[in-house]
């Protein structure tokens, strides 16, 4: 059997140079790697399924869009290999509406918000315009489950009409109502902030909700601004949740509260910025790929 230290799967064509990087990190400090793409995921799903190819550690980077790669993560999940933000948990935090009840619990600043139940299962919609009214205007509307890029998000509604005309684009997923979030300005930029947890870290940056420009923080804003909560709240959302690897988004309002905004975001796109305007910086996709580096060599002592 061809055991190797690390796999990756991923299918969008922007994850090359991603690949790339970690292999190369990883490959440095003496790991095996492998990547299960489109071109291969058929022969490494029967490979794996008949034991003549293992992993010690996978993350999946394809199964939430391509049905291809479902067989293989079941059998891995199967085989208690280690798996980069494990599937059961990943279905519980990327739901919206348990993870807004969960922070709130849990003391995390969420937006007021109001979660309706999937139009397929209950097409009479209980909400009236005064209840819409506590939102504010304009508010946001987004699907509790479907998640990546934005997908079915409104950004600017006013209306219940609109509430009603996109709870039918996606008529099995819940939908959460969210007053819009207005960021204070922090020596001329918006405070708001990704977040990333990094296999054990967490890392922050700038990134403008307006123009999805990154820009890392420096030790003096960091130390200037007190963005110290920024990592407290990124490791709280850590431990809610059990992921290894995510993203979520915070922004700070004008009387100081901290308010997460985007709960979590498993599938991180992680372009390079020195090849995409509204790509990472590079120096903070190279810290996370040292982190998983770092988790990649704990997993396979522990073993």
Known sequence: MNTYDFAIAFTWE?????????????????????????????????????????????????????????????????????????????HHAIDKASMHLEFITAGINVPYSIIIPPQKHNNDLKISVDDLAVLGRPFIIKPCNTTGGGIGVVTGAE?????????GTFDGDKYILQQKI???SLDGKRAWFRCFWAFGKPICCWWDDQTHIYETISENEFSAFNLKKLNEITRKIARLTGLDFFSTEIA???????????????????RFKSKHQDGIPDEIIFEIIQQLKKAVIKEIKRK
């Open 14 to 90: 922007y994850d090359f140079e991603f690949v790339d990087a970690i292999e190369n990190i990883l490959q440095d400090a003496g790991l095996s790697t492998y990547r299960v793409t489109d071109y291969n995921i058929r022969e490494v799903t029967e490979d794996i399924r008949l034991k003549k190819l293992n992993f010690r550690t996978y993350l999946d980077r394809a199964s939430d869009v391509d049905d291809d790669y479902l067989e293989l993560a079941k059998i891995l999940t199967r085989r208690k290999v280690k798996i980069f933000n494990p599937y059961e948990k990943v």
């Open 159 to 167: 209306t219940l009409k609109e509430v009603l005309d996109e709870r």
């Open 182 to 184: 207005y960021p204070k």
């Open 252 to 270: 700070i309002t004008e009387d100081n509260k901290f308010v997460v905004i985007d709960y979590v975001n498993d599938q991180c796109d992680m």
